[in-house]
Every structure is written in structure tokens, then in C-alpha cells.
């Protein structure tokens, strides 16, 4: 079993449509991200949080620690937003070099 | 802003052939990282490094050896290319200073095919 399983795997939204992808992970950690990764390749940093929520812009992300559970919210959709959403986890002793256990990545598409 | 830069976005090679894939970050990160990208798959650690000339294996180093001469570039070789290396791969880095709290910087990867 994957110590971080996405879900959906695969989520195609109209434009204007409130969005949940959902985290969610088996071992202790420090922290939570999640990253978008555009096609042709790039990956970004949107969150990173250890408790409770975060918000950016039309992003929303919460965690709940006891449950082992994240989610990330897109509100009012857009085209743009179309990517693939990964969630990743830092391992409580990840060591000094940060790292992280990712999940399979959920693939967003937006119609206009 | 954090720059990690790879020196291709796509790359075709021979089997057999041994391969260099660069990446050169700018912040003065410790913390830098090899990845390969399969669909179905997702982010699978090969090596990373913490420190110059430092070096740890990830969850697949089999087939790949890395280097890192200089803090701000860590390369990764492939010994003898061969077609199950054929990948996206994509470098990242970090600052150690409290290490889970810290995002991973990407570069924008390398689509490698091994023909």
C-alpha cells in the first residue's frame, strides 16, 4: 500500500466548478505540500502546512492531523487551473535533507 | 526567486551510451535532488545530496551514479543508457535549515528517450 494515496486519480470539471482533491497518508510527518505541475513539466510549491488551513488566491488547503487527511479546494474554476495536483508528505525523521514521499497525482481538466 | 535550471528539456540517446543530465540552482541550497516521473507512477527519489561531494541513494539509484562538485550543481549520469531509463526527470533543492518545513524548488525536468 502507498504510504500516500490522491483521489480522484483523474477529475475533469466545467469552468466555474468548486473542486476537491483529496490526501491521504499512513505515516507520521512534519509537514504536508501540495504542488501543481503544469504540462510540460514544471512542478510549483503551492502549500506547505502542518496544521489546520491555508489559503491562497482561489486555492484552499486543510489538514487534519488525527485523521491523516488533506484536501485541496479550487473554488470557481478555471481552464487554467488544468494540471496535475500532487500531494506530498515530510516524514516525521526525514532527516536534514527534507525529504518527501509523494503521492500518484491527481490529473485536473477544466472545460470552458 | 529560486532558479534551478536543467541543461535540456528533452534528450534522445542511444543504449549503451553513458548520459549526463545537468542541474545548476542559484539559492545556495544544501539540499538538492534527483527524481524520474513515469505516468502511473509519480516522483520516485534516484539520489540526493545534502552537502558538496555528499551523497545518499534514494528508492532507485540502480543504473544512475551522481555528482556534485560544486554546491550549486548536482548532475546525474547514466552508466550505459538503457531503454527502461527512459523518463522525465526532474532535479530540485532545497535549504536545510528546518528541513521539513522547507518547499522543494524544481527545475522544469528532462524528457529523456532511450532509443
Known amino acids: 500500500k502507498n504510504e500516500v494515496e490522491q483521489s480522484p486519480q483523474n477529475l475533469t470539471a466545467q469552468e466555474g466548478e468548486f473542486i476537491t482533491i483529496n490526501c491521504s497518508y499512513s505515516?507520521?510527518?512534519?509537514?504536508l505540500h501540495w504542488l501543481q505541475q503544469h504540462p510540460g513539466g514544471g512542478i510549483v510549491s503551492l502549500f506547505m502546512?502542518?496544521?489546520g488551513k491555508k489559503k491562497h488566491g482561489r486555492l484552499i488547503a486543510t489538514i487534519n492531523i488525527q485523521e491523516k487527511h488533506s484536501s485541496l479546494h479550487i473554488t470557481a474554476s478555471h481552464p487554467r487551473d488544468s494540471a496535475v495536483y500532487i500531494c506530498?508528505?515530510?516524514?516525521?525523521?526525514?532527516?536534514?535533507?527534507?525529504?518527501?514521499?509523494f503521492g500518484k497525482g491527481t490529473k485536473l481538466s477544466v472545460k470552458p | 526567486d529560486v532558479k534551478v535550471t536543467q541543461s535540456s528539456r528533452y534528450l534522445v540517446k542511444r543504449t549503451g551510451e553513458k548520459v549526463f543530465l545537468e542541474c545548476v540552482q542559484d539559492?545556495?541550497?544544501?539540499?538538492m535532488f534527483w527524481y524520474r516521473q513515469d505516468p502511473g507512477l509519480g516522483l520516485r527519489l534516484i539520489y540526493f545530496?545534502?552537502?558538496?561531494?555528499?551523497?545518499e541513494k534514494g528508492d532507485i539509484p540502480e543504473g544512475y551514479s551522481v555528482s556534485r562538485e560544486k554546491k550549486e550543481r548536482f548532475s546525474l549520469i547514466l552508466e550505459s543508457a538503457s531503454t527502461n531509463q527512459t523518463s522525465m526527470y526532474l532535479c530540485?533543492?532545497?535549504?536545510?535549515?528546518?528541513?521539513?518545513?522547507?518547499?522543494?524548488?524544481f527545475g522544469d525536468g528532462t524528457r529523456l528517450s532511450i532509443l
Open positions: 506530498a508528505v515530510s516524514p516525521v525523521g526525514g532527516g536534514s535533507q527534507g525529504n518527501l514521499i
Open positions: 530540485a533543492s532545497s535549504l536545510a535549515g528546518q528541513a521539513p518545513y522547507q518547499p522543494q524548488h
Open positions: 505515516v507520521g510527518i512534519s509537514a
Open positions: 545530496s545534502y552537502d558538496v561531494k555528499m551523497k
Open positions: 502546512l502542518s496544521s
Open positions: 539559492m545556495d541550497h544544501e539540499n
